[in-house]
């Protein structure tokens, strides 16, 4: 699968401070340490910063009604984190915004119905999640540098 990193994972400078143009929300990482040891430097490796809006969940999320959209669905499942939890589109169900914790997660209903905690792409830092969640309130101390967690939701 494709990386999906958080927005200051290259240091304390976010992706957005930094510039980048990341086409489909994502970039190639240019090979870092010295070429010249075998071993000593990782291959370039596409990842995404931000939501993937050109993959299907984003692009079936914007349809219409006339071109078989469904607006009071779940946002589709676009990913999976490092602690095992799915992370979706947008939207939660009815097309509401969903209320996330600090790290940009919350338990309910899924798109199959399935009620488990889940994180949210968002349209603004840190895109994805911020740590790894149930957050219950300890999201700052997984922070390295700057800090994305956000006010949270009581979790």
């Known amino acids: 699968g494709?990386?999906?990193?958080?927005?200051?994972?290259?240091?304390?400078?976010?992706i957005d401070?930094?510039?980048f143009q990341l086409a489909c929300g994502g970039h190639v990482t240019p090979p870092e340490g010295n070429?010249?040891?075998t071993g000593a430097s990782e291959?370039?490796?596409?990842?995404?910063?931000?939501a993937a809006e050109c993959l299907e969940?984003?692009?079936?999320?914007?349809?219409?009604?006339?071109?078989?959209?469904?607006?009071?669905s779940h946002a589709g499942?676009?990913?999976?984190?490092?602690?095992?939890?799915?992370?979706?589109?947008y939207g939660d169900w009815n097309g509401a915004a969903p209320v996330v914790d600090e790290c940009g997660g919350h338990f309910g209903a899924v798109d199959t119905g399935e009620v488990v905690y889940h994180y949210h792409s968002r349209t603004y830092v840190p895109y994805t999640l911020a740590c790894q969640g149930p957050a219950l309130g300890n999201c700052n101390s997984t922070q390295r540098g700057v800090s994305?967690?956000?006010?949270?939701?009581?979790?």
């Open 2 to 14: 494709i990386g999906i990193y958080g927005p200051n994972d290259a240091g304390d400078v976010s």
């Open 17 to 19: 401070d930094a510039g």
């Open 35 to 37: 070429e010249n040891v």
């Open 43 to 50: 291959p370039p490796k596409y990842h995404y910063h931000k």
């Open 57 to 72: 969940p984003f692009r079936d999320a914007a349809k219409g009604l006339a071109a078989g959209g469904d607006p009071t």
């Open 77 to 89: 499942l676009i990913g999976w984190a490092l602690d095992g939890f799915g992370i979706y589109g």
């Open 148 to 155: 994305y967690c956000g006010p949270g939701c009581g979790a």
